[in-house]
C-alpha cells in the first residue's frame, strides 16, 4: 500500500439521488451546498512567506529572467477590437497594453500546452521544459496518489516532491538551475493560485524559491488581498449599468441533489463566483499581484521571476469567456439596465452555449487583465528592472464555456459505470476538473476495456446543435503511451517510469482518461472541487461546478512570446508547445536542466 505524509486528504465517493416524495428530508442538506461560502479553504495551515535571509540585496550584475503567466488567457482576445469584435488594429484593440508588449518581441503565434490543459502540470512545463510524462503532476490542486489499508483513494496535494521524471529523477527546473549557477541571486515566485506556489515548499515549510509569495502567505510589509467583484472590476467604467446573470432557481428542474447544486453553480452570480469575490487571499485579484510585485521589486530586486496573474482564469470558470464573438447571440429575455444607463447593444449578447452567461462581463474581465499587465510592466521599466530582463510572456492554457444542459447525467461518467454494474465495491476512483477526468482502478482492472467501451458508445443531446454525440474522448494507456491523432501525442499523457519501472508503488497512474468535446463538463466527484479549493464534504453528490473551464484538447493554444533586450521582434507561426519556453530560457543564460526535457530551443528565432 502507498503511504503519502501529512498533506495526503482521503476523499470518498458518494453519490446521493434525491426523489419527490422525500424532499423535506433533504432540502437541509441542499440548502446547505448553498453555504459553501462557509466551508474551509485549503485546510492545511502554511508557514509565512519564506524569505532566503542569507541572500542580500545587491546591484544586479547579469540580465534578469522574468516570466510573466496570465492563467487561462485565450490568444484569439489578442485579436478582437476594443468592442470585443473581430478586427482589432492600432487604437481600437481589446488588449491594448499587451500588444505594446509584443512590439517589443517575438510572438509565436501558434503555441500550445500538454495535456492535460489546465493550471499546475503547465506552469511547471514552462519552468521545467517538460509534459506531464515527464512530472507525474496529472491534476490540479492534488491529485490520487496511491490506495491506503482501507482500499481507499489517497488524496495528496500537488507537490514537487512526487514530481519525477521518466528515469525517476526529480524534476529539476529553472529555479534550481538558476541557483545553482548564481547562489546568492534572489528568485521570486508570486501567485494568484496559491496551491501552484505551494508546489514548491519543501517539507521542512522552506521553499526552492528565495520569495515564495501568495494571497495567504506573504512578507509583512505587503498589504492583504482585498475584495473585488470578477464582473465589474474598479477598472468597469460602467459597472453600474452593464448585465451579469444570476444563477437559476434551485427547484427549476429535476430534484436530484446533483441538478440542485448543478443549478446553484450555474450563472455568473453563483456561488462559484461568490466564493471567490468572498475569499481575496484564496484569489487575489491581479491588482494584488502586481502591487505586491512592484513593491518586492523594489525592495528585494530578484534576478528571477515568475509571476502569475490568475484572475483570468478565475473569471472564465465564474463569469465565463468571450473570445469567440460567433459564439454570442441576442438574449432571448431582453436585459434591461437600470434607470439612467444607456441600453447598449452590446449588453444584449450572451453565449450560446449558456444562455447565462452575458458577454459584456466577460469582456470587462480582460479589460481589467490587460490593464493590470501595463501596470506591471510600466512599473517594472520605471524601477529600471526590464533594462537588462529578458522577459517571457505566457498563457498556461486556454478556456471555453461550457454547455448548459437539463439533464445532468448527460456527463455523468461514473453514473453511466455504476449503472452498468461497476463499482459496487467502491474500487474506482474518480477525479475530475472542468473539462477532462482521470478514472483508476484499485483491482478488477479487466473492467477497463468495458468501462470505455461504455462511455465511448454514450450519447448526450447537445444543446446548442440539437443533435446527440458522444461527449468526451476515453483514453486507455495504450492510447496514452502511443497517441491518438488529433487528440494527444505519443506519449502525452503515459509516465513510462511510474507505470512501467516503479510499477506505482510512489504514485499510481489512471488506469483511463476522459476528454470533453464541444464544452462539455464533467461533474465533480468525492467532494473535491480542485480549482476553487473548497473542501466539500466528502458526502457531496457529483455536481457541474464551473460555467466555463478547460483541460480537453479544445484549452491547448496558449499566448506565448519572449523579449530579448536588442532582439529579434516580430510573428513566428510554426508549431510550438509550453516546454519549449523553458528550454528557451535556460539556453538564454546558459543554464543546465538535470532532469529530462522535451522543450526545443528557440533562441535563433530571437537573437
Given at each position: 500500500?502507498v503511504k503519502?505524509?501529512?498533506d495526503?486528504?482521503?476523499?470518498?465517493?458518494?453519490?446521493?439521488p434525491?426523489?419527490?416524495?422525500?424532499?423535506l428530508?433533504?432540502?437541509a442538506?441542499?440548502?446547505?451546498?448553498?453555504?459553501l461560502?462557509?466551508?474551509?479553504?485549503?485546510?492545511?495551515?502554511?508557514?509565512?512567506?519564506v524569505?532566503?535571509?542569507?541572500?542580500?540585496?545587491?546591484?544586479?550584475?547579469?540580465?534578469?529572467?522574468?516570466?510573466v503567466?496570465?492563467?487561462?488567457?485565450?490568444?484569439?482576445?489578442?485579436?478582437?477590437?476594443?468592442?470585443?469584435?473581430?478586427?482589432?488594429?492600432?487604437?481600437?484593440?481589446?488588449?491594448?497594453?499587451?500588444?505594446?508588449?509584443l512590439?517589443?518581441?517575438?510572438?509565436?503565434s501558434?503555441a500550445?500546452?500538454?495535456?492535460?490543459?489546465?493550471?499546475?502540470?503547465?506552469?511547471?512545463?514552462a519552468?521545467?521544459?517538460?509534459?506531464?510524462?515527464?512530472?507525474?503532476?496529472?491534476?490540479?490542486?492534488?491529485q490520487?496518489?496511491?490506495?491506503?489499508?482501507?482500499?481507499?483513494?489517497?488524496?495528496?496535494?500537488?507537490?514537487?516532491?512526487?514530481?519525477r521524471?521518466?528515469?525517476?529523477?526529480?524534476?529539476?527546473?529553472?529555479?534550481?538551475?538558476?541557483?545553482?549557477?548564481?547562489?546568492?541571486?534572489?528568485?521570486?515566485?508570486?501567485?494568484?493560485?496559491e496551491?501552484?506556489?505551494?508546489?514548491?515548499?519543501?517539507?521542512?515549510?522552506?521553499?526552492?524559491?528565495d520569495?515564495?509569495?501568495?494571497?495567504?502567505?506573504?512578507?509583512?510589509?505587503?498589504a492583504?488581498?482585498?475584495?473585488?467583484?470578477?464582473?465589474?472590476?474598479l477598472?468597469?467604467?460602467?459597472?453600474?449599468?452593464d448585465p451579469?446573470?444570476?444563477?437559476?432557481?434551485l427547484?427549476?428542474?429535476?430534484?436530484?441533489?446533483?441538478?440542485?447544486?448543478?443549478?446553484?453553480?450555474?450563472?455568473?452570480?453563483?456561488?462559484?463566483?461568490?466564493?471567490?469575490?468572498?475569499?481575496?487571499?484564496?484569489?487575489?485579484?491581479?491588482?494584488?499581484?502586481?502591487?505586491?510585485?512592484?513593491?518586492?521589486?523594489?525592495?528585494?530586486?530578484?534576478?528571477l521571476?515568475?509571476?502569475?496573474?490568475a484572475?483570468?482564469?478565475?473569471?472564465?470558470?465564474?463569469?465565463g469567456?468571450?473570445w469567440?464573438?460567433?459564439?454570442?447571440?441576442?438574449?432571448?429575455?431582453?436585459y434591461?439596465?437600470?434607470?439612467?444607463?444607456e441600453?447598449?447593444?452590446?449588453?444584449?449578447?450572451?453565449s450560446?452555449?449558456?444562455p447565462?452567461?452575458?458577454?459584456?462581463a466577460?469582456?470587462?474581465v480582460?479589460?481589467?487583465?490587460?490593464?493590470?499587465?501595463?501596470?506591471?510592466?510600466?512599473g517594472?521599466?520605471?524601477?529600471?528592472?526590464?533594462?537588462?530582463?529578458?522577459?517571457?510572456?505566457?498563457?498556461?492554457?486556454?478556456?471555453?464555456?461550457?454547455?448548459?444542459?437539463?439533464?445532468?447525467?448527460?456527463?455523468d461518467?461514473?453514473?453511466?459505470?455504476e449503472?452498468?454494474?461497476?463499482?459496487?465495491?467502491?474500487?474506482i476512483y474518480?477525479?475530475?476538473?472542468?473539462s477532462?477526468g482521470?478514472?483508476?482502478?484499485r483491482?478488477?482492472?479487466?473492467?477497463?476495456q468495458?468501462?470505455?467501451?461504455?462511455?465511448?458508445?454514450?450519447?448526450?443531446?447537445?444543446?446548442?446543435?440539437?443533435?446527440?454525440?458522444?461527449?468526451?474522448?476515453?483514453?486507455?494507456?495504450?492510447?496514452?503511451?502511443?497517441?491518438?491523432?488529433?487528440?494527444?501525442?505519443?506519449?502525452?499523457?503515459?509516465?513510462?517510469?511510474?507505470?512501467?519501472?516503479?510499477?506505482?508503488?510512489?504514485?499510481?497512474?489512471?488506469d483511463?482518461?476522459?476528454?470533453?468535446?464541444?464544452g462539455?463538463?464533467?461533474?465533480?466527484?468525492?467532494?473535491?472541487?480542485?480549482?476553487?479549493?473548497?473542501?466539500?464534504?466528502?458526502?457531496?453528490?457529483?455536481?457541474?461546478?464551473?460555467?466555463?473551464?478547460?483541460?480537453?484538447?479544445?484549452?491547448l493554444?496558449?499566448?506565448?512570446?519572449?523579449?530579448?533586450?536588442?532582439?529579434?521582434?516580430?510573428?513566428?507561426?510554426?508549431p510550438?508547445?509550453?516546454?519549449?519556453?523553458?528550454?528557451?530560457a535556460a539556453s538564454?543564460?546558459?543554464?543546465?536542466?538535470?532532469?529530462?526535457?522535451i522543450g526545443k530551443?528557440?533562441?535563433?528565432?530571437?537573437?
Open positions: 500500500m503519502q505524509g501529512d495526503a486528504v482521503p476523499i470518498h465517493p458518494e453519490k446521493t434525491v426523489k419527490r416524495r422525500s424532499f428530508k433533504w432540502l442538506a441542499a440548502l446547505g451546498g448553498a453555504a461560502a462557509a466551508w474551509w479553504l485549503f485546510p492545511r495551515k502554511r508557514p509565512a512567506a524569505t532566503n535571509v542569507a541572500a542580500k540585496k545587491t546591484a544586479s550584475t547579469h540580465e534578469k529572467l522574468i516570466f503567466a496570465i492563467d487561462g488567457l485565450h490568444p484569439d482576445y489578442l485579436d478582437l477590437d476594443a468592442a470585443g469584435m473581430p478586427g482589432g488594429s492600432q487604437g481600437n484593440r481589446l488588449m491594448p497594453h499587451i500588444h505594446e508588449f512590439k517589443k518581441s517575438m510572438r509565436f501558434n500550445k500546452a500538454y495535456l492535460p490543459a489546465a493550471t499546475d502540470m503547465n506552469h511547471l512545463n519552468l521545467a521544459g517538460t509534459s506531464t510524462a515527464q512530472t507525474g503532476i496529472v491534476a490540479v490542486w492534488a490520487p496518489t496511491g490506495w491506503d489499508e482501507k482500499g481507499k483513494a489517497i488524496i495528496t496535494h500537488t507537490s514537487m516532491s512526487f514530481a521524471d521518466d528515469k525517476g529523477r526529480p524534476v529539476d527546473t529553472l529555479f534550481h538551475a538558476w541557483k545553482r549557477r548564481w547562489p546568492e541571486s534572489r528568485t521570486l515566485l508570486i501567485t494568484g493560485k496551491w501552484v506556489g505551494e508546489m514548491f515548499r519543501r517539507p521542512d515549510g522552506g521553499s526552492i524559491v520569495i515564495l509569495v501568495t494571497g495567504p502567505n506573504h512578507p509583512e510589509y505587503l492583504p488581498p482585498q475584495k473585488e467583484s470578477l464582473a465589474d472590476p477598472t468597469d467604467t460602467d459597472a453600474a449599468c451579469e446573470s444570476k444563477r437559476l432557481g427547484f427549476d428542474g429535476p430534484l436530484t441533489l446533483s441538478d440542485i447544486w448543478t443549478r446553484a453553480y450555474t450563472g455568473q452570480a453563483s456561488l462559484v463566483t461568490l466564493q471567490m469575490e468572498h475569499f481575496p487571499k484564496h484569489f487575489p485579484h491581479d491588482r494584488w499581484i502586481v502591487d505586491s510585485t512592484l513593491e518586492i521589486f523594489r525592495r528585494e530586486d530578484p534576478d521571476a515568475y509571476i502569475l496573474l484572475q483570468c482564469d478565475d473569471a472564465g470558470h465564474a463569469i469567456s468571450a469567440d464573438p460567433s459564439e454570442f447571440v441576442s438574449a432571448k429575455t431582453p434591461e439596465p437600470p434607470k439612467g444607463c441600453n447598449k447593444p452590446a449588453y444584449q449578447l450572451v450560446s452555449r449558456n447565462l452567461l452575458f458577454k459584456e466577460a469582456l470587462d480582460i479589460r481589467d487583465v490587460d490593464i493590470q499587465f501595463g501596470r506591471l510592466m510600466e517594472l521599466e520605471k524601477q529600471g528592472a526590464l533594462e537588462k530582463a529578458r522577459v517571457v510572456l505566457l498563457s498556461d492554457h486556454a478556456s471555453l464555456n461550457h454547455l448548459y444542459s437539463d439533464d445532468f447525467s448527460s456527463t461518467a461514473m453514473g453511466i459505470l449503472k452498468a454494474g461497476m463499482n459496487t465495491d467502491k474500487n474518480a477525479f475530475s476538473v472542468s477532462y482521470v478514472l483508476y482502478w483491482d478488477a482492472k479487466e473492467q477497463v468495458q468501462a470505455k467501451a461504455l462511455l465511448e458508445a454514450h450519447r448526450a443531446l447537445n444543446p446548442q446543435t440539437g443533435t446527440k454525440e458522444c461527449p468526451w474522448w476515453v483514453l486507455d494507456r495504450h492510447d496514452m503511451k502511443n497517441g491518438v491523432d488529433g487528440v494527444c501525442l505519443p506519449g502525452e499523457l503515459y509516465h513510462s517510469y511510474y507505470v512501467e519501472v516503479d510499477r506505482e508503488k510512489t504514485l499510481m497512474w489512471p483511463l482518461i476522459i476528454l470533453t468535446r464541444n462539455w463538463q464533467i461533474p465533480a466527484y468525492n467532494g473535491h472541487v480542485p480549482n476553487v479549493g473548497i473542501k466539500a464534504p466528502t458526502w457531496s453528490p457529483p455536481w457541474r461546478v464551473y460555467n466555463g473551464g478547460h483541460g480537453s484538447v479544445d484549452t493554444p496558449i499566448v506565448a512570446a519572449i523579449s530579448v533586450p536588442d532582439g529579434k521582434r516580430g510573428l513566428q507561426t510554426r510550438i508547445r509550453i516546454a519549449d519556453l523553458g528550454v528557451t538564454l543564460f546558459s543554464l543546465k536542466l538535470k532532469s529530462t526535457t530551443d528557440l533562441s535563433r528565432d530571437l537573437l
